[in-house]
């Protein structure tokens, strides 16, 4: 059993930072994950962080701009997010999955915190 709780969402405006935080408890898994869903949309993966070699991995709409880490004595992983831009406004989740399949699948994760708004204002 993973327990996940998200914290450090809030309102910014558009080019400013937020870091996200995913505290961890129990259990550890493979990967961590951060996927964001807006109102009217599927959700999708941002970015995801594999435990065993630190491999990361990153949604084209992010990459250059997000950056996921490991805490691994405070199993917590974290999403600092700069240069953020009124599409990022999201419901931010993260989650713990497997190995196997593809990062970004969220049917690739057993576990779910219940997620941390992002406004991001033009």
């Known amino acids: 059993q993973v327990h996940l709780r998200e914290s450090g969402g809030g309102s910014v405006q558009a080019g400013g930072s937020l870091r996200l935080s995913c505290q961890a408890s129990?259990?550890?898994?493979?990967?961590m994950g951060w996927f964001r869903q807006a109102p009217g949309k599927e959700r999708e993966g941002v970015a995801c962080?594999?435990?065993?070699?630190?491999?990361?991995y990153y949604a084209d709409s992010v990459t250059g701009r997000f950056t996921i880490s490991r805490d691994n004595a405070k199993n917590a992983v974290y999403l600092q997010m700069n240069s953020l831009k009124p599409e990022d406004t999201a419901m931010y989740y993260c989650?713990?999955?497997?190995?196997?399949?593809?990062?970004?699948?969220?049917?690739?994760?057993?576990?779910w915190g219940q997620g941390t708004q992002v406004t991001v204002s033009s």
């Open positions: 989650a713990a999955g497997t190995l196997w399949g593809k990062w970004s699948n969220t049917n690739m994760y057993k576990y």
């Open positions: 129990g259990n550890t898994y493979d990967k």
């Open positions: 962080f594999y435990l065993d070699d630190s491999t990361t």
